[in-house]
């Protein structure tokens, strides 16, 4: 029985993981370690890392900001899931959730972020509320403007700032050339994967750059942006002081990036989940850990 009573609580914890995507934390996660390597080296921190007790807390406002947002994201969207046919398995539409349910997890995961920030400093916890208002505000973006896209980046891309706030308790314009980079990756991966609903999106009046443009266009669209993002790379190199090791994960990026287009053609969308989750994958964790590997095997410029 307790047994039976075990499987049950993990399949209902899996149910809340798969709402939130759990495995995408990938794409935001290495970005936020990236600044708070930055970051550490700028105070001095041996081997480019904060203290234990900083890492924990970044990590758990992580969890916290990105599960609220999402789970957000999945309550608003619910009747729009419904109707389409690639999403209305989703956890709510399917009433895998209740939305009662749905609303206390989201409200747990802002307490998670908060507290976190909490333990942090006092600008983090002070500036939570506009970190709130961007990520919730996603949600919404699709229903009125194709540049949703860049405002999921914007969610993504505020990552690498928040994490420099919580190790030095301050801002540094540098660390924006990161962020603009995160930015456009984000929406140059956001506007490949909205190639799929360009027929859902064009009956139900959503907005996105392939609902505006159609599939080539957008596959341009998506290129100038990943383009961008190695192009705010190379200034974050520059303004960092950074080295070669720093570049080798740029260029892998570059190539992974480059790989990613190609298999994405106007007459062959097959391959678009392969090119949105593993390759981007790749990206964020090779360019972390090239990043923190040129932090410490140089040390400071």
């Given at each position: 029985m307790e047994g039976v009573r075990l499987l049950s609580v993990l399949r209902r914890i899996g149910v809340y993981l798969e709402m939130v995507k759990v495995a995408h934390?990938?794409?935001?996660?290495?970005?936020?370690?990236?600044?708070?390597?930055?970051?550490?080296?700028?105070i001095g921190a041996r081997n480019a890392l904060p203290p234990a007790r900083t890492v924990f807390y970044i990590v758990l406002a992580m969890v916290g900001a990105r599960t609220a947002a999402m789970g957000f994201n999945r309550l608003v969207d619910a009747e729009v899931d419904a109707k389409n046919p690639r999403t209305r398995g989703r956890a709510i539409p399917s009433g895998q959730v209740s939305r009662p349910m749905a609303r206390v997890f989201i409200l747990m995961s802002v307490a998670l972020l908060a507290l976190s920030?909490?333990?942090?400093?006092?600008?983090?916890?002070e500036l939570t509320p506009v970190l709130l208002l961007l990520l919730f505000s996603?949600?919404?973006?699709?229903?009125?403007?194709?540049?949703?896209?860049?405002?999921?980046?914007?969610?993504?891309?505020?990552?690498?700032?928040?994490?420099?706030?919580?190790?030095?308790?301050?801002?540094d314009a540098r660390v924006l050339w990161i962020c603009l980079a995160v930015l456009f990756w984000v929406g140059g991966f956001d506007v490949l994967?909205?190639?799929?609903?360009?027929d859902f999106d064009r009956r139900e009046g959503l907005h996105s750059i392939p609902r505006s443009l159609g599939v080539g266009p957008s596959l341009w669209v998506a290129r100038a942006f990943h383009l961008a993002m190695a192009g705010f790379l190379l200034?974050?190199?520059?303004?960092?002081?950074?080295?070669?090791?720093?570049?080798?994960?740029?260029?892998?990026?570059?190539?992974?990036?480059?790989?990613?287009?190609?298999?994405?053609?106007?007459?062959?969308?097959?391959?678009?989940?392969?090119?949105?989750?593993?390759?981007?994958?790749?990206?964020?964790?090779?360019?972390?850990?090239?990043?923190?590997?040129?932090?410490?095997?140089?040390?400071?410029?």
């Open positions: 934390t990938v794409f935001a996660l290495p970005f936020a370690l990236t600044g708070m390597f930055l970051a550490a080296r700028e920030a909490a333990k942090l400093n006092a600008l983090c916890l996603y949600s919404y973006m699709k229903r009125f403007t194709w540049a949703s896209h860049l405002v999921l980046g914007a969610c993504l891309g505020a990552a690498p700032l928040a994490a420099w706030i919580a190790v030095t308790g301050g801002t994967y909205a190639l799929q609903d360009i200034v974050g190199y520059h303004v960092f002081g950074l080295g070669g090791w720093y570049l080798a994960g740029l260029a892998l990026c570059a190539a992974v990036l480059g790989y990613e287009h190609a298999i994405v053609r106007k007459d062959d969308l097959s391959r678009l989940n392969l090119a949105f989750f593993n390759l981007n994958g790749v990206v964020s964790i090779a360019f972390c850990l090239f990043t923190y590997l040129d932090l410490v095997l140089r040390g400071r410029p």
